[in-house]
């Protein structure tokens, strides 16, 4: 299985500061032949289930905002939120789809101060 | 994107069979697999199995001795059973769709294992 490691497990920002999580995988989750990488991230707040936010590590899904962005290759990535409002405040997972079983990262939670 | 909504039994006994429906409506859905993910309380979320349209299934290898999942197209319905829960099965259950990454989820079940 690809183990995913989220850094820090927690955070806190202050409102319209940045906010900046990591992800690494155990193992590269470059597909070559397209250089693409299978890598997703997910905002989760309480009581709801995890929100689709970007996808192929950099693509952001449709209606998510600008201030989210994703980076990185191989097996190191980042989500960074720009400025950090207050209905961000969520548990953020990554997730690899490069290998059956899809695993996901245990989270950050992202508080603001 | 699909709507999902889920629905079956929240509290079991240890040894119990665990059964979930997922029945999904509107939207339109491109991708191929059906999913149910589970995630522990205050962990991340772990994935369960899938089936596509056409039937074929993959399981966690973790869970894999212990799981069915079927989908009924007449009725725009998936299924998750789960047999011999124990205590380490307590957790919310959701049903997704699968693009490659998980798009649409269903709002959860609460399954709590206790005796």
């Known amino acids: 299985d690809i183990v995913m490691t989220q850094s820090p497990d927690s955070l806190a920002v202050s409102l319209g500061e940045r906010a900046t999580i990591n992800c690494k995988s155990s193992?590269?989750?470059?597909?070559?032949?397209?250089?693409?990488?299978?890598l997703a991230w997910y905002r989760q707040k309480p009581g709801q289930p995890p929100k689709l936010l970007i996808y192929?590590?950099?693509t952001r899904e449709s209606g998510v905002p600008d201030r989210f962005s994703g980076s990185g290759s191989g097996t190191d990535f980042t989500l960074t939120v720009s400025s950090l409002q207050a209905e961000d405040e969520a548990v953020y997972y990554c997730?690899?789809?490069?290998?059956?079983?899809?695993?996901f990262g245990q989270g950050t939670k992202v508080e603001a101060k | 994107q699909v709507q999902l909504q889920q629905w079956g039994a929240g509290l079991l006994k240890p040894s119990e069979t665990l059964s979930l429906t997922c029945a999904f409506y509107?939207?339109?859905?491109?991708?191929?697999?059906w999913s149910w993910i589970r995630q522990p309380p205050g962990k991340g979320p772990e994935w369960i199995g899938e089936?596509?349209?056409?039937?074929?299934?993959n399981y966690n290898p973790s869970l894999k001795s212990r799981i069915t999942i079927s989908l009924d197209t007449s009725k725009n319905q998936l299924s998750l059973k789960l047999t011999s829960v124990t205590a380490a099965d307590t957790a919310m259950y959701y049903c997704?769709?699968?693009?490659?990454?998980?798009?649409?989820w269903g709002q959860g079940t609460l399954v709590t294992v206790s005796s």
């Open positions: 997704a769709t699968r693009l490659p990454w998980f798009d649409s």
């Open positions: 509107s939207g339109s859905f491109s991708g191929d697999y």
């Open positions: 089936i596509s349209h056409i039937g074929i299934t």
């Open positions: 193992q590269s989750v470059l597909y070559r032949s397209n250089n693409k990488n299978y």
């Open positions: 192929w590590a950099s």
């Open positions: 997730q690899q789809y490069y290998n059956a079983p899809w695993t």
